[in-house]
């Protein structure tokens, strides 16, 4: 039986949108993770991953993070069908304009494209998938903090955790939450260096 070639992330993800770009402009969120079949709790945190990487005004991840909040958080307590808001569910995104970030974001993603394949698959328990679940709330949580240049680490933990959930690939999972605990160690420190600048200015 021949065993039919792996069809790179990015190019899935720029073809869902051209699908749904086929009957309009936009596409809801719903119909784009649709488009892109199963294991959509691994779909939902590449999405919305990929949204943080967008730049944008400091603070304007304290909006963008919370479908991250709710991904990782379900994933923590353990539910087996992700359930996220309606509102944002119906939320529309602009087919092109989508298709473009993804483009642009391609040599970040390329290289994980080329190693991820489904291995490690007793990373996929359970219980050590609500532990990943539990890591990555909390890379979430830093994302969602407005602290200058603390955003982009936890973001890529994101996107990487959730390539190797779309693949089942249990070694890139671990590579995602490595980089994630990371984040927060920088957000940490980060925070950390803000609160005691502001002590010193104020005394």
């Not at 699908?19 to 809801?28: C, N, V």
């Not at 939902?44 to 400091?58: D, E, K, Q, S, T």
């Not at 070694?171 to 600048?197: D, E, P, R």
């Amino acid at each position: 039986m021949v065993v039919p070639p792996r069809r790179p992330l990015t190019r899935r993800l720029v073809r869902a949108a051209g699908e749904e770009r086929a009957s309009g402009e936009t596409m809801q969120v719903d119909a784009l993770l649709s488009s892109l079949g199963d294991r959509s709790l691994g779909w939902c945190m590449v999405l919305f991953a990929i949204v943080n990487l967008i730049p944008m005004p400091l603070g304007g991840t304290m909006i963008t993070a919370l479908p991250l909040l709710l991904v990782a958080g379900q994933m923590a307590l353990g539910v087996r069908e992700l359930h996220l808001p309606a509102m944002l569910m119906r939320r529309e995104i602009g087919c092109r304009r989508f298709q473009r970030v993804v483009m642009r974001l391609r040599p970040l993603m390329r290289p994980i494209e080329r190693m991820v394949r489904p291995r490690r698959e007793g990373v996929f328990t359970p219980r050590n998938e609500r532990l990943i679940g539990c890591a990555m709330f909390a890379a979430a949580f830093a994302l969602f903090l407005p602290f200058p240049l603390s955003g982009y680490l936890p973001a890529v933990s994101l996107l990487v955790t959730g390539f190797g959930l779309v693949e089942r690939d249990g070694l890139v999972v671990l590579a995602g939450v490595g980089i994630g605990i990371l984040s927060v160690i920088v957000t940490a420190a980060v925070g950390a260096a803000l609160f005691f600048g502001v002590q010193i200015l104020a005394g």
